[in-house]
């Protein structure tokens, strides 16, 4: 039997740049509390739903950073969904300070009580998803955490929404691509319509925006 060659297909690396175009990666701001009761937040974008009965979400989070150490010990998260208003803060997260130290301070965002869970929600943002950790398993480099969702908000202007309306309203920001040289590190994200790329060099950053 032949084998037809499809001239029309190309080989990709398995990097990952390609993951994240073909995965689609939401970024959502995940908040977390130790036990003495500081605050951390920190940008992801590898997550899932994983049972709609029960409700469940998957999150894959590096176990270097402070997200992992405060889920294992206080079993507790929230995932906040932001817009692209918001990329400066993201990068502002994703800063490696020393533990203990408030993202949301450094970022200059607004904490406020959850309805489920003892980490926050944050104001800035659309919705949000509150967990209690299930289980949670290494694989690689990562951890992934199978949160049992106990609430769920949005801003009102969403929640009122049909589903179409909504997903709209909602216009999730996609993360697509980091990238790292000697002279500036960039990130680029994308929403319905138009593509963020936030450039930062000697400390400094730029955000271009544009159509697509």
């Excluded at 200059?108 to 944050?122: N, Y």
């Excluded at 209690?132 to 202007?157: D, H, M, P, Q």
């Excluded at 319509?193 to 400094?204: A, D, P, Y």
Aim: hydrophobic share 40%; aromatic share 8%.
């Amino acid at each position: 039997m032949s084998v037809r060659v499809l001239t029309n297909v190309v080989a990709l690396p398995v990097d990952d740049d390609t993951l994240r175009l073909l995965g689609f990666c939401p970024v959502t701001l995940v908040t977390t509390m130790r036990r003495d009761g500081s605050v951390n937040a920190a940008p992801h974008s590898r997550a899932t739903i994983a049972s709609y009965s029960p409700p469940q979400i998957l999150i894959s989070v590096n176990t270097a950073h402070d997200t992992y150490r405060n889920i294992v010990e206080t079993r507790e998260f929230v995932m906040n969904i932001p817009g692209a208003d918001l990329i400066q803060q993201i990068w502002i997260a994703q800063k490696h300070f020393p533990y203990g130290i408030n993202e949301l301070e450094q970022a200059q965002l607004t904490a406020f009580p959850a309805e489920r869970v003892h980490p926050p929600r944050i104001k800035e943002c659309k919705a949000y998803i509150e967990c209690k950790a299930e289980w949670t398993k290494f694989v690689g480099s990562s951890c992934l955490v199978l949160g049992n969702v106990e609430a769920i908000s949005a801003r009102k202007e969403i929640g009122n929404l049909q589903a179409a309306d909504g997903a709209i309203a909602l216009n999730r920001l996609i993360f697509l691509s980091y990238r790292k040289s000697e002279e500036a590190r960039r990130w680029i994200f994308a929403e319905i319509g138009r593509i963020h790329t936030l450039t930062e060099r000697n400390g400094r950053i730029e955000i271009h925006s544009g159509r697509i």
